[in-house]
C-alpha cells in the first residue's frame, strides 16, 4: 500500500541563511570562524519564561529538566546583541528585501506591518533564552497547487561546538523560514517541492551556500497518529527516505499501542532501588554509578525490543526521553543479558520487582536525582505507547531515522518583542520589488541561447559560481568553454591537491579572479585553449597569473605555424599519400606537440588539413 492510500500528510518548512552584509539585528558580519580564533567566551543559564497569560511552553518546561550551564564563545566579529547585553538594532533593511523577493516569487501577499516576535528557546542555541523572528508575508501557492502559508524573517542560532558549547559567529545571520501547507501526499513529492522551493531561494542569487545553510523541517502524520515535526534535514536525497521512515515509525507504533491493549499492559509507576542488586556486578556502567533504578512495565515484555526504525525500537524512544535528565540511556530487560549484565542479575531484578515473563523491566543508572527524573520521563514514555503516536519534536539521525528532541510547542512559546520598532511595507514598496528569473528558466536560456548541453546548463545555474561565468560571457568568453574551465577544470585540479581558492577570488581589489583572467586571454587570442590547465595549475603552485599566461602565450603567427605544418606532412608524405586526409588525426599530436599548447586546437587542425591537401596536389 503506498503512502498515500495509506493518507500521509506532509507539510515543510525551509530555512535559509540570507548572504547580506550585516546581520539581522546588529552590525556585525555574517561570517563564520575557526574556533580557536576567540577572543573571549562567557557562561549563562537559561530558564523559560511566562507567557502573556501565565503560561510556560510545554518544550520550553521538558528542557528544563536538567539544568544546564552554556558556555559562549566570543569573536572579534560578534558584539554585545549576540551576548544579549545590549538592546537589538533594528531590523535589517536589506534581509528584509529578499524575503520580500521570495514572498513575491511564491506569489504571497505581504504582511502591512512587520511586527518582531520572541519565540522562547532555552537549549543553549540563543544566548537570551528566545530567538527573534517576524511574519513577513502570507498565502502563496507553487506550482502544482501546494500551499505557501507563511514566509518568516528569523535571525540563525549560535553553533554548538560540542556538549553546551556554542559559538556566537553564527548567531544573527539573518534567515527565512517558509512553511508550506500540509498538502503532500507521498515522500517523493515532499522532496520535489522542498527541490523547488531550494531553486527559487537560489534564483535570488542572495541566499548563502554550502553545508547548514539551508535546512528543511518536515511536519508528518498518517490517520491515527499524531503530528510529528522532525527538524535538521540537510540533505535533499534524504528527505524522501525521513518521510518514508517516519510512516513506518508511526505504524509500527499504533501496532504497537493495539498489542499492549490486548495484552492489557500498563505502567506502574513506582520507582524501585535496585542498587543493592548490582553491588557485585561486572556491568562498568552500573559498578560507577551512584544509584541504580528501576521501572516495572507490565505487559511490555518482548515488545520494548521490538524494531520501530531500522536499528531503533520501542527502547530507544524510551532512552530518548530519559535522556533529557541528563543520563546516558537506559537498559531493559528485552535486551538483556548483556553489557556486562549477567543473566542471575536479570534473574534478581525481575524477582525484586515481581515482573512477570510478559512484562518489562527499565533500568536507569546515574546521581539519584538524574536517574529519578530518567525513571519518570519513561514511565511518561511507556504511557505514551499506550495511547500510540506522541505529538513531538524530532532531529534526523544519520540515514534517515528520528530520535525524540521535545514535545511540539504550543502558543505560549511566542510573545512580543518589545525592544524593535515595526516595519511598514507599503504598496508602493511591495511594487518596486523586482521578481529575479528562476534557474529553470535560466538554465532553458542559457540552452537555447548559449548553446549550452542542457545538463551542462543546469550545472552552471545552480553552481555558486553563476556571476563568474555570466561575466566571463558578458566579456566575450565562449559559453561552452567558460562553463567548462568554472565547472569541471578547477575541480579536476582542487582534486590533485592544489588550493584552487587562488582561481576563483580577485587576486587585486579591485580586479578579476584568476580564471576569468586567463579566460579572457583565450577569447583575445592571446592564449590556446588548451594551455588552460596548465595556467591554471602554474597559478595555484604560486605564479602570478600574468606571469603564468606570457609563459604559455601564443608566440606562433600564420606563416610559422603553416611552416610547421608544412615539414610534419613532408617527413610523412608516404603516409599521407597512404591514408590522404585520414592522415590529419595522427598527425595531430606531433602538430600540437611542436607548438607546445600554445595554438588553439580548432586552428591547428584547419592548418594541417590545407598542408595535407595541397601536399596530395588540392
Known amino acids: 500500500m503506498g503512502n498515500e492510500e495509506q493518507g500521509l500528510k506532509a507539510g515543510i518548512e525551509i530555512h535559509q541563511q540570507l548572504n547580506t552584509r550585516e546581520k539581522l539585528f546588529c552590525h556585525c558580519p555574517p561570517v563564520l570562524r575557526p574556533f580557536e580564533e576567540r577572543n573571549g567566551e562567557f557562561f549563562r543559564y537559561l530558564r523559560a519564561t511566562e507567557s502573556e497569560l501565565g503560561e510556560i511552553d510545554r518544550a520550553a518546561e521538558e528542557e528544563m529538566k536538567n539544568l544546564r550551564r552554556f558556555c559562549y564563545y566570543t569573536y572579534d566579529t560578534t558584539c554585545l546583541v549576540e551576548n544579549d547585553e545590549e538592546p537589538p538594532a533594528p531590523l535589517n533593511r536589506e534581509a528584509l528585501f529578499i524575503c520580500l523577493q521570495i514572498a513575491k516569487m511564491c506569489g504571497m501577499t505581504p504582511v502591512p506591518q512587520v511586527h518582531t516576535m520572541r519565540k522562547l528557546v532555552i537549549d543553549g542555541s540563543n544566548t537570551s533564552g528566545f530567538q527573534r523572528t517576524a511574519l513577513v ?26 556538549g553546551d558549547t556554542f559559538s556566537l559567529d553564527r548567531l544573527g545571520i539573518p534567515l527565512v523560514e517558509i512553511t508550506t501547507a500540509p498538502t503532500m501526499r507521498t515522500p517523493e513529492e515532499v522532496a520535489e517541492v522542498a527541490r523547488y522551493i531550494g531553486m527559487v531561494l537560489r534564483s535570488t542569487g542572495m541566499v548563502r551556500r554550502g553545508l547548514g545553510t539551508i535546512r528543511q523541517d518536515i511536519n508528518i502524520s498518517i490517520p491515527g497518529g499524531a503530528r510529528v515535526e522532525i527538524k535538521g534535514v540537510q540533505e535533499l536525497d534524504l528527505i524522501a527516505e525521513v518521510v518514508r521512515r517516519e510512516v513506518q515509525r508511526q505504524r509500527n507504533l499504533l501496532s504497537l499501542r493495539d498489542r499492549l491493549l490486548a495484552r492489557g499492559a500498563r505502567v506502574d509507576p513506582t520507582i524501585r532501588d535496585v542498587s543493592s542488586l548490582f553491588s557485585k556486578t561486572k556491568s562498568s556502567i552500573l559498578k560507577k554509578a551512584p544509584c541504580i533504578l528501576a521501572v516495572l512495565l507490565p505487559g511490555f515484555g518482548g515488545l520494548a525490543g521490538e524494531e520501530i526504525q531500522p536499528g531503533r525500537r520501542l527502547g530507544s524512544e524510551f532512552s530518548d526521553y530519559a535522556k533529557k535528565c541528563g543520563v546516558g540511556g537506559i537498559f531493559h530487560t528485552d535486551e538483556l543479558p548483556a553489557y556486562g549484565i549477567t543473566a ?72 512580543p518583542e518589545t525592544d524593535v520598532l515595526p516595519v511598514r511595507i507599503t504598496g508602493d ?52 568553454l567558460a562553463a567548462r574551465t568554472i565547472l569541471a577544470t578547477v575541480k579536476e585540479i582542487a582534486r590533485d591537491g592544489l588550493d584552487t581558492g587562488v582561481l576563483l577570488e580577485p587576486q587585486k581589489t579591485p580586479g578579476d579572479p584568476a580564471v576569468l583572467t586567463v579566460l579572457l586571454a583565450v577569447a583575445q587570442g592571446r592564449l590556446a585553449k588548451e594551455a588552460v590547465p596548465q595556467v591554471l595549475r602554474s597559478v595555484c603552485q604560486g605564479t602570478d597569473v600574468t606571469l603564468a599566461i606570457a609563459a604559455l602565450e601564443t608566440r606562433i603567427d600564420d606563416a610559422q605555424l603553416r611552416a610547421i605544418a608544412d615539414r610534419l606532412v613532408q617527413e610523412r608524405i608516404a603516409f599521407v599519400r597512404e591514408k590522404g586526409q585520414s592522415a590529419l588525426g595522427p598527425l595531430m599530436g606531433p602538430m600540437m606537440k611542436e607548438v607546445g599548447g600554445t595554438v588553439d586546437g580548432k586552428k591547428v587542425s584547419q592548418v594541417l588539413r590545407d598542408a595535407i591537401r595541397d601536399a596530395l596536389g588540392g
Open 137 to 162: 508575508a502570507v498565502n502563496g501557492t507553487l506550482p502544482g497547487g501546494v500551499p505557501i502559508e507563511t514566509i518568516c524573517l528569523e535571525e540563525e542560532a549560535a553553533q554548538r561546538v560540542e
Open 344 to 415: 542471575e542479575e536479570v534473574e534478581a531484578l525481575r524477582n525484586a520487582t515481581g515482573a512477570g515473563e510478559g512484562d518489562c523491566v527499565v533500568i536507569v543508572a546515574a546521581d539519584a536525582r538524574r536517574a529519578e527524573c530518567a525513571c519518570r520521563q519513561v514511565i511518561r514514555r511507556a504511557g505514551l505507547a499506550l495511547a500510540g503516536v506522541p505529538e513531538e519534536t524530532r532531529r534526523m539521525e544519520e540515514g534517515g531515522n528520528t530520535s525524540y528532541m521535545r514535545p511540539l510547542p504550543g502558543a505560549a512559546r511566542m510573545y
Open 429 to 480: 514598496y511591495w511594487d518596486s520589488i523586482p521578481v529575479p528569473e528562476l534557474l529553470e528558466k535560466r538554465a532553458a536560456r542559457f540552452a537555447g541561447e548559449l548553446g549550452l548541453d542542457p545538463a551542462l546548463a543546469w550545472q552552471v545555474v545552480y553552481s555558486e559560481y553563476l556571476p563568474l561565468f555570466e561575466e566571463a560571457v558578458r566579456r566575450g568568453v565562449a559559453p561552452p
